[in-house]
């Protein structure tokens, strides 16, 4: 590599080091190109590895244990009350980030790509030039941008200061256990970071713009998990917006706006989950042919091509779902795109999963979905107060639910809430993509007693014959 005020030249540059970039760089590599990829951080991984899924799967697994360990004595298991070490909880997830990201530069290394900490700006459609690196530019036959999305402020406020106001950058950091915490935002975010402060002994204030938790997933999905939070939270204000946010001394006065005017209330902390926006303002795109749309996301094909023939945009700097497997898939198909491979990003079933407690996940077209664009279905609903795994587990609490074409059965959807329903989804993924009919679930044998028989089990209603239900009972 060519070091100093010089360039270097490689067919492929991947801007960005999450998910998206070296999955994108990883195939690229595979496929014999030469590849660079620049990011400012010191190690691969993105927001997802460093800020992001991997940190809060660490501490909602901790939050899980301690949930266990205050209700184990129901099954006559009894444990003293837990003693919580924040500084040892953050060194556990930092040394679980760490050993990915290590894993990650390995496998970079081990495929021949440069890694390059630096950060990059277009100087044309076929040149960045580098910041904060050991080289100033890099030429390159095609790029792929994999800059990623960050967390959005409230009007007003913003992120830093004291740090009394925080995204979920900072909340990960555990900076303090705080008392009372301000959760502003009832999407997947708010409700898992809550999660695990509540778990750790805050009293959680959620407030929510909308009139309900996770708005766009189905009503019967969120319910268990509502009825959970009512019991794990302090409080939760739906129709609630926030006037305004300021830092104090020892806290953050917080002013929400109700229907019945403006309440001014004083947290310790402030946890800030409205959305995100893409990384995309200061790549110096004006260079090149790449268009964005209004609000800053890039705008590509079904190749994942730009505007622009020689750049690829993947991941949350497109849109969409925002999701970390989204972002590999799409990376895969522009590094096979750049490498003259004829593929297409064309996923029917796209996973989700919220890692509360209950999980909620889903795949396919929702049932909301179908109603407003006036689909005929049929919606299968199993729940699990019929299941004997969810029994033995107190999980009883969670439903299976499936969406069908009304005609010839045809799976459209799956939607689960409960226990390990990030597993569980992969069999829903599956039958959407293969265009399964709800006769092939309940026909293909799943072993009792288990939680992956709840969708066979869901399927067998369709064709009116369920095992654990009455046939015809409404669920």
């Known amino acids: 590599m060519v070091m100093g005020d010089m360039e270097m030249k490689v067919d492929l540059l991947v ?87 290590d894993g990650l530069v390995s496998l970079a290394e081990s495929r021949g790509i440069q890694l390059i900490r630096g950060t990059a700006h277009f100087e044309s459609s076929t040149g960045v030039r580098l910041q904060g690196a050991e080289i100033s530019r890099i030429r390159f036959n095609q790029c792929i941008i994999a800059t990623g999305s960050q967390a959005v402020s409230l009007p007003g406020s913003s992120f830093g200061g004291t740090g009394r106001i925080m995204s979920s950058r900072e909340a990960l950091e555990l900076p303090d256990i705080p008392a009372d915490l301000l959760v502003v935002g009832g999407g997947y975010a708010g409700l898992e970071l809550g999660t695990i402060y509540a778990a750790l002994g805050s009293r959680i204030h959620l407030v929510e713009q909308d009139n309900r938790l996770m708005s766009g997933v189905d009503k019967d999905l969120v319910a268990p998990l509502q009825r959970r939070l009512k019991q794990l939270f ?3 204000d739906l129709h609630t917006g926030v006037a305004g946010l300021q830092e104090s001394e020892n806290g953050v006065i917080a002013r929400l706006e109700k229907q019945g005017g403006i309440e001014t209330l004083h947290f310790d902390r402030a946890l800030v989950a409205v959305g995100r926006r893409p990384v995309s303002a200061d790549l110096g795109l004006e260079n090149t042919k790449v268009a964005t749309d209004d609000r800053g996301f890039i705008r590509t094909d079904d190749q994942m091509r730009t505007m622009d023939n020689t750049i690829f945009a993947v991941g949350d700097v497109c849109g969409g779902m925002m999701l970390a497997h989204t972002a590999i898939r799409q990376g895969r198909v522009a590094a096979e795109a750049a490498a003259g491979k004829s593929v297409a990003y064309d996923v029917r079933a796209v996973p989700a999963v919220v890692y509360t407690d209950p999980q909620i996940a889903w795949c396919g077209l929702t049932e909301e979905e179908a109603g407003a664009c006036d689909i005929a279905v049929s919606i299968l609903r199993f729940p699990w107060k019929y299941s004997g795994r969810a029994a033995t587990l107190d ?32 069999e829903g993924v599956l039958a959407v993509e293969m265009g399964a009919l709800a006769e092939d679930l309940a026909l293909s044998l ?21 095992t654990h239900l009455l046939p015809g009972k409404k669920a």
Not at 400 to 424: H, S, Y
Not at 451 to 456: F, H, R
């Open 15 to 101: 801007i960005g080091s999450g998910p998206g970039g070296y999955g994108a760089a990883f195939r690229g590599a595979d496929l014999g190109l030469d590849v660079a990829m620049v990011d400012p951080r010191r190690h691969p991984g993105g927001v997802c590895l460093h800020e992001g899924c991997i940190p809060s799967k660490t501490y909602l697994h901790v939050a899980e244990l301690l949930e266990e360990s205050r209700v184990a004595h129901k099954m006559g298991i009894h444990f003293s009350r837990p003693e919580i070490n924040p500084g040892e909880v953050l060194s556990w997830k930092n040394h679980i980030v760490d050993d990915m990201a």
């Open 446 to 466: 799943h072993p009792h007693p288990t939680l992956s028989e709840n969708l066979g089990e869901a399927a067998e209603i369709f064709l009116g014959s369920p």
């Open 234 to 236: 302090s409080k939760i």
């Open 395 to 426: 999980s009883t609490a969670g439903i299976t639910k499936i969406i069908t074409d009304r005609q010839d059965g045809r799976v459209l959807g799956v939607g689960i809430c409960g226990r390990n329903a990030e597993g569980l989804i992969g």
